[in-house]
Structure formats: structure tokens, C-alpha cells
T-cell receptor, first 111, second 112 residues
Framework: RKEVEQDPGPFNVPEGATVAFNCTYSNSASQSFFWYRQDCRKEPKLLMSVYSSGNEDGRFTAQLNRASQYISLLIRDSKLSDSATYLC????????????FGTGTQLKVEL | DAGITQSPRHKVTETGTPVTLRCHQTENHRYMYWYRQDPGHGLRLIHY???????DKGEVSDGYSVSRSKTEDFLLTLESATSSQTSVYFC???????????FGQGTRLTVV
């Protein structure tokens, strides 16, 4: 089983739609969780951290479910500019600071 | 944007030749990393460094070596390049709180 698993997609959604991604992780002791965004042929960039209490940043909401070992990302009112690959990232306890990346979920927002 | 640059940005090399990729940071961060990214595999850690002359292996370290003689530079060397090492290589650094990672723009390496 991979340490971090994501549905690769692509998710094709119309502009204005709400879309949600899930990501599961295998190490129950993991402490830190993130969503990164990666545009085509570009480097990944931090979208948001994921806290136990959940967090929201504008149209983006991230949640953590420790019992089921998954994190989620919800995007409301999708924009064309949201088209990208979204990477789920976990920092496992005891792994120093070695971030573990999922393979990414591709989102395509269409007119 | 974090001050992290990679060089070269693109390289084509022949099988069996040595190749060195350079990562340079101006943030004075302690941790530096080399990842490779391939379709279907995502980003995989090759090697990382937690200080000058302090390095350790990641999950896909075979065929790669690294050196860090200065805080600002982290070098990745392919001793004898193989076609399986054709990939996009990203360098990353983490900040003082060791959470958010900042990435370089990537090096696209093709081994023919």
C-alpha cells in the first residue's frame, strides 16, 4: 500500500461547480498534512495546511479525519484558473522532515 | 518567492555519462531535498540534507549521490546516467518551522 494515495483523475468540472478530492495515508502517527498545487510543467506550491479542526481559505476548505486516515480538499465555485494538479502531502512522524507526496489529482475546469 | 534556483533547467545527456545538478538557496535554510517526479509515481525523495556535510538517503537513492559543502548549495550527481533516470528533478528547502516546502523550478533531464 502506498503511504499516500490519491485518485489521479482527471476531474472535469464546469466553471462554478463544487469539487472535492480525498487522500488517504497509511501512517496513523503522521502529524502534518498539506495540499500543494502544481501547474503543468511547474514546481509544486503550498495551497494550504490541513489542521485537525479543519481550515478554510476563501473558496478552499481542507479537512482531516484521523480516525479514517484521510484528508480532503473542497473547492467551491470553481474557476478556470483552478485547473491544476493537487498534491496531497504528509509529514510522517519520525521521518525527520521528509514530506511524502501523493501522485496528485488532476482538475480541469471547463467553460 | 523563496530564493531557490536549480541549474541547469534542461539537460540531455548520454547513457553512462556523469551528470551533476545544482540547487542553490539564498534563505539559509537547514534542510534541503532532491526529488524526482515521474508520471504515475508523483514526487519521490532521492536524498536530503539536514546541514553542511550531513546527508541521508531517500526512497529512490540508488544511482545518485549528493554533496553539501555549503549551506546554500546542494548538489545531486548521477554517477553514470541511465535511461531510467530520465525525469524531472526538483530541489526543495523547508523553512525554520520545518513545515512548508519551497521548490525550485525543476530540471528536466533526458538520458538518451
Amino acid at each position: 500500500r502506498k503511504e499516500v494515495e490519491q485518485d489521479p483523475g482527471p476531474f472535469n468540472v464546469p466553471e462554478g461547480a463544487t469539487v472535492a478530492f480525498n487522500c488517504t495515508y497509511s501512517n496513523s502517527a503522521s502529524q502534518s498534512f498539506f495540499w500543494y498545487r502544481q501547474d503543468c510543467r511547474k514546481e509544486p506550491k503550498l495551497l494550504m495546511s490541513v489542521y485537525s479542526s479543519g481550515n478554510e481559505d476563501g473558496r478552499f476548505t481542507a479537512q482531516l479525519n484521523r480516525a479514517s486516515q484521510y484528508i480532503s480538499l473542497l473547492i467551491r465555485d470553481s474557476k478556470l484558473s483552478d485547473s491544476a494538479t493537487y498534491l496531497c502531502v504528509v509529514n510522517p512522524t519520525g521521518g525527520g522532515n521528509k514530506l511524502t507526496f501523493g501522485t496528485g489529482t488532476q482538475l480541469k475546469v471547463e467553460l | 518567492d523563496a530564493g531557490i534556483t536549480q541549474s541547469p533547467r534542461h539537460k540531455v545527456t548520454e547513457t553512462g555519462t556523469p551528470v551533476t545538478l545544482r540547487c542553490h538557496q539564498t534563505e539559509n535554510h537547514r534542510y534541503m531535498y532532491w526529488y524526482r517526479q515521474d508520471p504515475g509515481h508523483g514526487l519521490r525523495l532521492i536524498h536530503y540534507s539536514y546541514g553542511v556535510k550531513d546527508t541521508d538517503k531517500g526512497e529512490v537513492s540508488d544511482g545518485y549521490s549528493v554533496s553539501r559543502s555549503k549551506t546554500e548549495d546542494f548538489l545531486l550527481t548521477l554517477e553514470s546516467a541511465t535511461s531510467s533516470q530520465t525525469s524531472v528533478y526538483f530541489c526543495a528547502i523547508t523553512g525554520p518551522d520545518n513545515t512548508e516546502a519551497f521548490f525550485g523550478q525543476g530540471t528536466r533531464l533526458t538520458v538518451v
